[in-house]
């Protein structure tokens, strides 16, 4: 089946520490995105990636990173530098920025990240 | 810059009591609006996407209408399952996609 693998489903990060989530898909998308979702607020966007070895920062980029080294796998780190990572966080996909379907995003389960 | 309003926040029907939830908008050229259900721990799934005015989708018990600045998820007889969280997000400029907060639909048996 096709889709978007995201690991772990929970994840625990001490003061000071990197951590990093997983995404994978198995699609044939272009584009990839990180998104992050908390209670009664909207998805805001962390980082995409249009094409392999080129990504973009969103609008909350500051305290993460991430790579797009093969086109199946968009991993995010949450760095020590961000001061706030307890959240929902969301991996999507889509065929490649255009116009009509190829902008649809489709999603993984998600990753709760919480703090110690 | 774009921005996206859902409402209301929280909807309790009965199961059967049709209903309609909104999403108001303002984007600098609408490259599509797209709707989502939510459950509660798990991602976003997709369910329409609508590209100008005047077009509507229709999935099962549930309707999406657009307008220049608000689309409707028009919800028929809705049974329990229909409970989730319901996401509206709008593409202006190509890979900018805003969404609002959603709207928390519970319906009773």
């Known amino acids: 089946d096709g889709g978007i693998t995201q690991s772990p489903k929970y994840l625990f990060r001490k003061e000071g520490q990197n951590v990093t989530l997983s995404c994978e898909q198995n699609l044939n998308h272009d584009a990839m995105y990180w998104y992050r979702q908390d209670p009664g607020q909207g998805l805001r966007l962390i980082y995409y990636?249009?094409?392999?070895?080129?990504?973009q920062k969103g609008d909350i980029a500051e305290g993460y990173s991430v790579s797009r080294e093969k086109k199946e796998s968009f991993p995010l780190t949450v760095t020590s530098a961000q001061k706030n990572p307890t959240a929902f966080y969301l991996c999507a996909s889509s065929i490649g920025g255009g116009l009509g379907p190829k902008n649809i995003q489709y999603f993984g389960a998600g990753t709760r990240l919480s703090v110690l | 810059e774009d921005q996206v309003t859902q409402s209301p926040e929280a909807l309790r029907l009965q199961e059967g009591e049709s209903s309609s939830l909104n999403c108001s908008y303002t984007v600098s050229g609408l490259r599509g609006l797209f709707w989502y259900r939510q459950d509660p721990g798990k991602g976003p799934e997709f369910l329409f996407t609508?590209?100008?005015a005047g077009e509507e989708k229709e999935k099962e018990r549930l309707k999406a209408t657009l307008t220049k600045k608000e689309s409707f998820l028009h919800i028929t007889a809705p049974k329990p399952e229909d409970s989730a969280t319901y996401l509206c997000?709008?593409?202006?400029?190509?890979?900018?996609?805003?969404f609002g907060a959603g709207t928390r639909l519970t319906v009773k048996p």
């Open positions: 997000a709008v593409q202006g400029r190509i890979n900018d996609m805003r």
């Open positions: 990636s249009q094409i392999v070895n080129d990504f």
């Open positions: 609508l590209y100008s």
